[in-house]
């Protein structure tokens, strides 16, 4: 247990002082926010993948393995397609947002105030529930690796990443996210590696074939949907999140596109080498007691196996603290900018200056923090913390497409597809299942959008340039 705590608090100081170095860098709110719209293809690529290499991709996608087989593995990795798509959109945000700052800013002038508020209402929910799925595997991961209870590994966790953040802003965000990432890349190639030269592959079909066989079927109809279900969700996770947006307003316009397809490209063999691990569990007669635990159990014991043992969690723990922090910096950071500028200074109409914005998102940052603590307390199973926002956000990929790329567009129609979208799916979620949700709000959400193209598009609502400012 002493070990974990030293591990997590000597990366925690690192982080933190890292974060005080970076922050000095943010002059102003728009520097703090933004770091200085001047960041560069290495660090933008490098924040982009490894805020998208979750706790959810390495502690979910084993999950996924372990519970739908080979497709579980396929439907995690559907996620990058929503950032390599996002790299064309990043083209488009930038030129009809060449000054925005936050995701709002988009659905204020392209839908108005109803469907500004409504998107900051979704967006909230959402950046909540991935927030409470990442604090639960943090708490998991501790438990799991270094004995440590569930409350406090948790706490740990999010304290760590709430100070380095609170300091730095989105300099300390990308700076650590760049570090985090070199670890995470080598440390799952590494245990990947050594998980294959562990198996006998032959041998490892005919096991699963014979004790597991719904794992290798090609043909399950919950794995077909959930390889949709989570195209989708990752679809609209990219594409309405202002932690994705946040990043196209920080990158140089010519960077942006390239970042997202590049950290797209790199993200997405991670869950499918995370998922492999987890298929391995069976036949190296790996027990696995609690499945929120499957990847740090599978992993421990295979380079306990290959002669690392007491080093193993250790090094373990390291590349998962690493894919943890690199998330939930970004979504704390992401989600403070936009309580400040769109809920408080847009819709309640408040002004702050330079210094009153650092002490407020200081504030709006912890407070993030501690809802989400309290959130995850209960220690809900990820999937149902992570997928109960997934029908929410595929609600939201249609307009996000539509309002980007078509001049003329019926409003009120488009946002009532996202109401109806987001009640229908979350109906589905607790009648047929979390791998529907996302396909039914994402397809109730289509129909209305593309209704609303053709049936009275109106005039005014055309999109054009448009210069926010702070």
């Keep these: 247990m002493s070990t974990g705590w030293a591990i997590v608090l000597g990366l925690g100081l690192l982080w933190v002082l890292l974060g005080v170095y970076w922050g000095r860098k943010a002059k102003n709110a728009e520097g703090f926010m933004l770091a200085g719209r001047r960041v560069g293809l290495s660090l933008g690529s490098a924040t982009s993948m490894a805020t998208w290499v979750t706790s959810n991709t390495t502690m979910l996608a084993p999950v996924f393995a372990l519970t739908l087989g080979v497709w579980g593995m396929v439907a995690y990795s559907t996620a990058s397609f929503g950032l390599l798509l996002f790299a064309l959109f990043a083209i488009r945000i930038r030129k009809i947002l060449p000054e925005g700052m936050t995701a709002g800013d988009f659905f204020r002038q392209r839908y108005g105030r109803v469907g500004w508020t409504l998107f900051i209402l979704i967006t909230m929910i959402y950046s909540l529930s991935w927030l ?5 595997a943090g708490g998991d991961l501790m438990m799991a690796l270094a ?30 996210d760049f570090i985090q990432s070199v670890i995470i890349l080598v440390g799952i190639v590494f245990i990947g590696i050594l998980t294959a030269t562990q198996l006998d592959f032959d041998a490892a079909y005919i096991h699963l074939k014979t004790y597991q066989p719904s794992l290798v079927k090609v043909i399950m109809p919950a794995a077909l949907l959930a390889v949709f279900n989570n195209m989708l969700f990752g679809f609209g996770e990219v594409f309405h999140n202002n932690v994705w947006w946040s990043r196209a307003f920080s990158m140089r316009k010519d960077v942006a596109p390239k970042a997202f397809f590049l950290a797209g490209l790199l993200w997405f063999p991670i869950p499918i080498a ?11 007669n790996i027990n696995i007691v609690d499945i929120n635990q499957t990847g740090p159990v599978v992993a421990s014991a295979v380079m306990g196996n290959a002669g ?5 969690g250790v090094l373990i723990l390291i590349v998962l603290f690493c894919s943890m922090a690199s998330s939930i910096d970004s979504l704390l950071a992401a989600t403070s900018d936009l309580l400040i500028k769109d809920v408080h200074g847009g819709i309640m109409g408040g002004k702050l200056g330079d210094q009153g914005f650092r002490k407020v998102s200081g504030a709006v940052i912890i407070g993030v923090g501690l809802l989400a603590w309290l ?11 992570l997928f109960i926002s997934g029908p929410l956000v595929g609600s939201l990929i249609w307009p996000v497409i539509a309002g980007l790329f078509w001049k003329r567009i019926n409003r009120p129609l488009v946002l009532a597809g996202i109401v109806i979208g987001s009640v229908l799916g979350v109906t589905a979620y607790f009648l047929l299942g979390w791998f529907t949700a996302s396909l039914v709000g994402a397809g109730v959400s289509m129909i209305f959008t593309i209704g609303a193209r053709y049936i009275r598009p109106n005039h005014s609502y055309e999109l054009h340039p448009v210069a926010t400012s702070n």
């Excluded at 409470?132 to 639960?136: D, N, T």
């Excluded at 995370?274 to 190296?284: D, H, K, N």
């Design 147 to 176: 004995g440590i209870p569930f409350l406090q590994g948790m706490s740990l966790i999010l304290a760590v990443c709430i100070l380095y953040t609170l300091f730095g802003g989105m300099y300390a965000v990308i700076g650590t």
């Design 274 to 284: 995370a998922g492999f691990i987890a298929l391995a569990a069976g036949p190296l």
């Design 132 to 136: 409470v799925s990442m604090a639960i």
């Design 308 to 312: 690392f043992g007491a080093i193993a």
């Design 375 to 385: 959130l995850a307390a209960p220690h809900w199973p990820i999937i149902q913390a």
